[in-house]
């Protein structure tokens, strides 16, 4: 029976869920402008997302980088702390919990973030409940819509059935996308009304 591991990265983190080992490439696209590809190969995991969001890149950015308040808008977030900041250099920490159909994982991590304001930030853990994650979201503007683009790599190491790894890993991706568009949209509106 094959294995497979998985892992918690917070978007791109945020912050997002992967999961890992022994398959070749899923692929899976929603309506609401997101779509997910995963490659899975021995003990590695690689995620590409893509997400549009008709809102301007510093109105994305702006809920991407809130990272204290991400446990109020991304449900799998328990906590998120900034450690420190030094310049564009950012110490983030986080917890909470994975589900996946009966079995649930709670997580933790530790990342280092390099910010480039507007366009994009790059992440890597320090410390947490994987071998190796890091990851890149970059933003681009358009009339009026802003791309997300994240991509991720990361070596988790918690053991789970292989059956459950492309599904789950695109559904929490994309629920994150979505939920993170929730967000910009409700403070979009909520700016406009005042």
């Not at 190969?41 to 991400?70: G, H, P, Y």
């Not at 410390?127 to 890149?136: D, H, P, V």
Request: proline fraction near 4%; avoid cysteine; charge should be positive.
């Amino acid at each position: 029976m094959q294995n497979f591991r998985h892992f918690p990265a917070v978007l791109g983190f945020t912050l997002l869920l992967v999961l890992a080992p022994a398959a070749r490439g899923a692929s899976a696209e929603a309506g609401n402008g997101v779509t997910v590809r995963v490659d899975i190969q021995e003990d590695t995991v690689r995620i590409d997302a893509d997400a549009a969001i008709a809102a301007s890149a510093k109105e994305v950015w702006d809920v991407l980088t809130d990272f204290e308040n991400l446990p109020r808008y991304i449900s799998n977030i328990a906590a998120s702390k900034v450690l420190s900041r030094q310049g564009n250099v950012v110490r983030v920490a986080q917890t909470g919990k994975a589900g996946f159909g009966p079995f649930s994982l709670e997580f933790q991590s530790t990342r280092e973030l390099t910010l480039t304001p507007y366009e994009k930030f790059e992440s890597r853990m320090v410390e947490g409940n994987m071998k190796r994650f890091r990851g890149t979201t970059r933003l681009e503007e358009r009339d009026g819509v802003t791309r997300i683009r994240y991509q991720s790599e990361a070596v988790p190491d918690t053991v789970m059935p292989l059956g459950l790894a492309r599904s789950t890993i695109e559904s929490e991706t994309r629920e994150h996308y979505l939920e993170i568009t929730r967000e910009v949209l409700r403070r979009k509106t909520t700016a406009a009304a005042r």
